[in-house]
């Protein structure tokens, strides 16, 4: 099948690190461009990092920028995040996403438009002391 799987959240303190990754099955994310979402109790869903998985071209949210890193694994067909110095902030459920169309800076400031191509079900990240 189809399908996107973000791997297991969990609970960390402030200041804090945890890597997440998502890996495809079905399709191959080559020349897709992939973001990380992600959506807290009573807010919006918002942009958090995107990547082209041809040319490794990134774009990050300002409120992560220099705490979080985006790579992919092409050999692998999996895309990463990397998060540290975590803060409460943080906190949400996370989701990652493909398309073939859109451009990452598309991707992620409109935090996931309609007409994705895939979604994965989403991983619950907790930041708590």
């Known amino acids: 099948q189809v399908q996107l799987v973000e791997s297991e959240g969990g609970l960390v303190q402030p200041g804090g690190s945890l890597r997440l990754s998502c890996a495809a099955s079905?399709?191959?994310?080559?020349?897709?461009?992939i973001g990380w979402f992600r959506q807290a109790p009573g807010k919006e869903r918002e942009g958090v990092s995107c990547i082209s998985t041809r040319d490794g071209t990134t774009y990050y949210a300002d409120s992560v920028k220099g705490r979080f890193t985006i790579s992919r694994d092409n050999a692998e067909n999996s895309v990463y995040l990397q998060m540290n110095n975590l803060k409460p902030e943080d906190a949400a459920v996370y989701y990652c996403a493909a398309d073939k169309l859109f451009t990452i800076q598309a991707m992620c400031a409109s935090a996931g438009p309609p007409g994705m191509d895939y979604w994965g079900r989403g991983t619950l990240v907790t930041v708590s002391s």
């Open positions: 079905g399709f191959t994310l080559d020349y897709y461009a």
